[in-house]
C-alpha cells in the first residue's frame, strides 16, 4: 500500500502554485475517476480535486491516495460540511475545496492543520474569508460573471489574496485570467473529458492536461 505524506497547508499551498491548475475531477465511479487523474498526471500535472459528487467520494480519495502516493497531490472538492471535511482528510485529502464559503468546513480543517479553500463570488464574501484568516480561494463560478475581468476587478480592493478561479477557464484563455492576477486555475469539464475517458481514449485528457501546462506556462512567462 502506497501512502502519502501528510502536507502543511502552506506546503500544500506552494505547490498548487508550482503547478498552477487544480484539475476539478467528476465521475461515476472508482474506475473513471482514477482513469481520469492517471490521465491528467501523464500530461504534467500532479494535483487532481476529487469532488464530493463521486458516489462514495471519501473512498474513491482513499485509493487514488494508495494508487499514487506522494506522485499526485489528492485534494477534495464539493465539500460542504464539516462532517464531509473529516471523512475527506480521514480519507487522505491533503486539501479541501469548497463551492461556497463554509464556516464549519474551515474549521474542520483548521483543527486538523489542513489547508481549506473557500468558494467566494463577491466582496462581502472574500471580506468574510478574510476575517476567518483565509488567503487563497476560490473564485467561482467566476466565468459566469465576466471571467477575467471580473477577476481583475476582484483583485483591485483585494490585491493580497490569492484567487483560484473556476467556472469557464480553459487553454484558450488561461492567459487572460494569469493576466488578471490568477494564482492557479481550477479546470473541469474543459480538461477531464468523462467521454473520452468512458469510451477508452485517456489520450485526450493527456493532450489536453499538456495544452493546458503549456498554455500556463507561456502565460506566466509572458506576465
Not at 487523474?37 to 487514488?64: C, D, F, L, S, W
Not at 487563497?136 to 489574496?161: E, I, Q, R
Request: include cysteine; charge should be neutral; hydrophobic fraction near 50%.
Amino acid at each position: 500500500m502506497t501512502t502519502a505524506t501528510q502536507l502543511t497547508p502552506s506546503e500544500v499551498q506552494n505547490k498548487i502554485a508550482e503547478i498552477g491548475i487544480v484539475p476539478v475531477v467528476r465521475a461515476p465511479n472508482f474506475q473513471e475517476a482514477a482513469a481520469a487523474v492517471e490521465a491528467i498526471y501523464a500530461g504534467g500535472i500532479p494535483v487532481a480535486e476529487i469532488t464530493m459528487t463521486i458516489p462514495n467520494a471519501p473512498a474513491v480519495i482513499r485509493q487514488v491516495v494508495q494508487k499514487f502516493g506522494d506522485q499526485i497531490l489528492v485534494g477534495a472538492g464539493t465539500v460542504l460540511t464539516a462532517a464531509q471535511a473529516e471523512e475527506c482528510l480521514d480519507a487522505g485529502a491533503q486539501f479541501l475545496v469548497s463551492p461556497g464559503l463554509s464556516i464549519p468546513v474551515l474549521g474542520a480543517a483548521k483543527a486538523r492543520n489542513k489547508l481549506a479553500i473557500p468558494g467566494t463570488l463577491t466582496p462581502t464574501e472574500l471580506m468574510t474569508a478574510l476575517a476567518e484568516g483565509v488567503r487563497l480561494v476560490k473564485v467561482f463560478p467566476c466565468g459566469n460573471l465576466g471571467g477575467a475581468k471580473y477577476l481583475k476587478s476582484l483583485k483591485g480592493p483585494f490585491p493580497d489574496v490569492l484567487m483560484i478561479p473556476t467556472g469557464g477557464v480553459n487553454a484558450g484563455n488561461a492567459a487572460e485570467f494569469i493576466a488578471a492576477g490568477a494564482f492557479a486555475l481550477g479546470i473541469g469539464s474543459d480538461l477531464v473529458d468523462n467521454r473520452a475517458i468512458r469510451e477508452g481514449n485517456p489520450q485526450k485528457v493527456t493532450a489536453a492536461a499538456r495544452e493546458l501546462v503549456e498554455a500556463v506556462k507561456k502565460a506566466r512567462a509572458g506576465k
